[in-house]
């Protein structure tokens, strides 16, 4: 029996008898979850440090479970994958967040949407069609919108290239997620359709403490920047790891330093925060 992941096999081990009743199963669990609404989106603020704004956030799916409480995405997003299921959940994903993305400009409150797109719905059949007239739908700003990839999970890296160039040419901002573990060469480096590159948070682990760690830091941020990418640090956790980051000219940082992800009602107080204070949830 292949398995996706350790975590996804714990969830689900005890009742499974074959791999093809393992994949109904689980279908359908994750079928019902969406029509019962039992999916949510959390919000991570992306932090501008030069100017300690609030700049955006990236939407987290979790899935409130009636029996087993909060699931967190590790355990179910690859089993999601796996069975089929993923572009109709990243629909969904998609479609929620630019609902709560026009409710937040309602509101008065301007920021960027980042969005986890996987590689099989990133290439499915009208993938640009169905994000350009949701954004539209919502009478959002193309710019407003990221949408997140991992550079590993392309099989055809040709036709990656051409979506990530016609969402681009609407507007869409891409960003690659989890940059140096994936397996893009520096020859490429320069002329990718993106816009922004998210240092792993592998690499922002050791930034303060280890040599090595820091000067692969630096240098892709140097490059980077170079190239004309913005740039993201994600998991960053401490003050010593935001210094680091401040002092090599890293404008955007993602982490639990500032705040974990929360849910949306929190948004409002978030954005009202003087970042340059403040370590919030
Ligand atoms: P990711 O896209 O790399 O998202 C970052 C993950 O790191 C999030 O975990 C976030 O809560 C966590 N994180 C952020 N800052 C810190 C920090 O300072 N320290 C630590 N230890 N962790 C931090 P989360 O929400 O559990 O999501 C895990 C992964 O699941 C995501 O990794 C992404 O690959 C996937 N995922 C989440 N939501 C979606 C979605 O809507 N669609 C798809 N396709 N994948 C999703
Ligand atoms: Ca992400
Ligand atoms: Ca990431
Ligand atoms: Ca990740």
Redesign the pocket.
Known sequence: VKLAGKQSYAFYQPEMASESQERVRLEADLRQALAEGQFELWYQPKINIRDNCLMGV?ALIRWRHPERGMIQPDLFISTAERVGMIKEIGEWVFATACTQLREWNNMGLKLSMAV?ISGDHFIAANFCNFIVKTIELHQLRFQDIEI?ITESLSRDPEEHRLICHELRSRGVRIAI?DFGTGYSSLSVLGNLEVDTL?IDKSFIDGVASEPASQLMVRAIIDLALGLGYDIVAEGVESADQLEVLRERGCPYIQGYYFSRPVEASKMPMLFATDWSLARVA
Do not use: L
């Open positions: 990236e986890n997140e997620d998210k």
